[in-house]
């Protein structure tokens, strides 16, 4: 079992940036993936950015691409993400979730191809 901790999230200017954390404790990560989605009200859970943790091999949704970028700390057990140039579009509750092992059959751009998630952290990105 993975328990994933997501923190950061916060009420911003169009333009400015925020970092998100989420920091996984329980089962090792080391053969997931990591995922970051978000769901804005009345809308579906929307895939942002994954990483591949042992390779650190990353994927983003084109709406952010050039905009936001993921990393993970190993020593903290955390994947962070970065988001710059934050637009009132952006603004959803962001999900962490963490795959149980890598497929290679996945796109891991979809949220049923994860296992664990975490409970959500608010993003708001005024005009």
């Known amino acids: 079992q993975v328990s994933l901790v997501e923190s950061g999230g916060g009420l911003v200017q169009a333009g400015d940036s925020l970092r998100l954390s989420c920091a996984a404790s329980g089962r090792t990560v080391s053969s997931s993936v990591v995922g970051w989605f978000r769901q804005a009200p009345g809308k579906e859970r929307e895939f942002v950015a994954a990483?591949?943790?042992?390779?650190?091999?990353?994927n983003f949704a084109d709406s952010v691409k050039g905009r936001f970028t993921i990393s993970r700390d190993s020593a903290k057990n955390t994947v962070y993400l970065q988001m710059n140039s934050l637009k009132p579009e952006d603004t959803a509750v962001y999900y962490c979730?963490?795959?149980?092992?890598?497929?290679?059959?996945?796109?891991?751009?979809?949220?049923?191809?994860?296992?664990?998630w975490g409970q959500g952290t608010q993003v708001t990105v005024s005009s």
């Open positions: 990483i591949r943790w042992s390779l650190g091999s990353t």
């Open positions: 979730a963490a795959s149980r092992v890598y497929r290679i059959d996945y796109s891991y751009t979809r949220p049923n191809e994860y296992n664990y």
